[in-house]
């Protein structure tokens, strides 16, 4: 319930702005800015008011979401598919507390289902039940392929939630780009703590699903390998940075609530 209450608030300050054209009136519900209440009228009546602005007006919201065979991987009590499909569900509560019409695009190597913008209650259990359901028709991912739909099929100024483990080579700069300007995105990553603890071993055995094949991998140096992964990680985030997209970066084991309150918190007051 805490989280429902905190994101319902934020989430509505990180996409609308104070705005200037007043609307109306009505009472105050929890999780709304508490920079919108009209103090005299909420004195007149006993009872906290808040305006309306214009700018309040109905948003889409899209989840971009990997079902590639990657995101099943996990080594603590939760893979990442479970994670996504966590915080894919309270996004989607948030966005439906705001009256904003919600809808979601599943890829791997290409983009595989999409449920169109609607803003009924049953959203919110089409696009849980559909993740956790879904099965791929192919096992790869593709960023450069799915964000040139994107670019090209998606309403500008959309919300998009890009949601993936982002493990693949950074090869998809120029869509990025596009995708940076015609949209509102938000990146999370949810990331595995395997890859920030790999074992001293020789070899392991490890299950790729994207191929589905299984692999005997050296890794006797695994500061070498861990410093690739920390290489690729610091380039992925300087394109972020530098066409300015918001990001947030999760690890399967991690209180993710409070990273995401974090986060809207730091944004509270960004405008578009």
Known sequence: MLSKQFFAGNFKSLFKGNGSNFKELREYNIGDDI?????????????????????????????LIDVSKS???????RTIKDIIAEICFILAYSCFKNNDEVGAIF????????????????????IAKELIDFKPT????????????VNLSV??????????????DFDYEKELAIFSKK???II????????????????????DKEKQVVRYVEISDAEKIKSQILQKQLLFEKKLKQYRIKFISINTDENYILKIKTFFDKYKTYKY
């Open 183 to 185: 949209f509102n995105p």
């Open 155 to 168: 309403k500008k100024n959309t919300v998009i939630f890009f949601i993936s483990d982002f493990i693949s």
């Open 107 to 126: 890829f791997s190597n290409k983009v595989e289902k999409i449920i169109p913008f609607s803003n009924h209650k049953n959203i919110l259990s089409i």
């Open 188 to 207: 999370i990553q949810i990331n595995d703590t395997f890859e920030e603890n790999i074992p001293k071993t020789n070899l392991i055995k490890v299950l």
């Open 71 to 77: 995101i099943e991987f996990g080594t603590s009590d």
């Open 35 to 63: 920079k919108s209440i009209d103090w005299k009228t909420s004195a007149r009546y006993a009872k906290p008011f808040v305006k309306i602005n214009e700018e309040e007006r109905l948003q889409k919201i899209y989840f």
């Open 138 to 149: 192919n096992s790869g991912t593709n960023y450069k392929d799915t964000l040139e739909y």
